[in-house]
């Protein structure tokens, strides 16, 4: 009996043990199911250069419209687009035959106007003498006092006539000097060397000269050697950009190079498009100065810079996707006002990161600086060396909670859905 009850005794601890091992094997693999698949990397120092990316086109940094400043029809146009230009070079001739005219008719005015002075010369030394002779007469009391008076009178008379000649002379001189400025406008020269970029006008067509305002545009002389860059920055992010910031211009049609570029101008005048709909757009242009091109580069050329705006040396810093929020209770007792654009402020709450501690993760709150191409700088809340998740999106942005189980797994790369 004592046989019987000891291995009925054994066979209950065996069957016992063997139950406990298949529960916690259960329970291990159930949690082990449950732990959430992720991608980590150990937090170093890098250098990160923070970069505004913008779109815009090529333009030469110097170009001049050329219009006319008299009206007329083209009669001789020697250029054609594309052709290299020295200052000084004819570029157009507008028919002068109207131009020769008006200066010949203001010139024979000129020389009248100086044949009346001369006769006016003439009347007041007649005058002045016949007043100076009464004048003697009279104190010789051989004449009248009326005679005086006359003979005063034919003097002042004479005196009036000359000044009004020279007057006259003034404004007929004046009137040959814009007749003959206007005869030389006729003939329009290349006020810089450069290329004829655009022409707009042909022999034979009518143009109009305003005078002091812009007339017809006849064509366009640009300086192809010192070419920039135009580029629309969003209102967001030129605060960041400064003048004197180094660019790297890619143009569409070398896809192969980079050009180096310096910022030399930021507008302070916004260009708004699609005002006062859901699609309103405020940008800003930046100008920059591409430094010596290997190739041409011709205006209208599609492109695109990055702008470095700052740059942080030895900076503690993780993947931009391994920063991100959450709308719990934690992050909500450390909010931020931020949109104060309408009047009102709303919070949100602390950015996190997810530092790995064992099999599990703890939600961080950081501090960001400077955002690069693929590292984001951490001012405060992470020490060197620790381990961070930097994947699956997925994982970061929804699954991940303070405390979550997690199965570190680096070798493999999160798919598309994980992604998202």
Known sequence: MAVKKSRRKLIILIFGGLFLILALAVIFGTSRDNAIAVQTETVERHEIVQIVTASGRIFPETEVKITAEVSGEIVEMPVREGHQLERGDLIVRI?????IASRNRVQAA????RAELRRAEASLEQALSEYTRAQELFAK???SESELISARTTYTVALAGKEAAQHQIEQAKASLEEAEENLERTNIYAPMAGTITRIDSEIGER?????MMGGTEIMVIS???????RVDVDENDVVQVSIGDTARVEVDAYPDRIFD??????????KTRGMGTQEEVVNFEVRISIVEPEVML???MSMIADI????????????IQSVTVRLDETAQQNTRPTDRRRGRTRDLPDEIVFVVDGDKVKAVPVTRGIMGERYVEIVNGLDEGVEVVTGSFRAINRELEDGALVRVDNDRQPNIAERN
């Open 223 to 229: 300086d192809l050697s010192r070419m920039e860059a």
């Open 95 to 99: 028919r002068p035959d109207a131009y």
């Open 308 to 319: 470095e705006t700052d740059i942080r040396e030895d900076a503690i810093a993780v993947p």
């Open 110 to 113: 000129y020389q009248g106007a």
């Open 207 to 211: 143009v109009v000269g305003t005078g």
């Open 298 to 300: 011709r205006p209208g």
């Open 141 to 143: 009391e051989l004449s």
């Open 261 to 270: 570029g310096v910022v030399t101008e930021i507008a302070h005048a916004a």
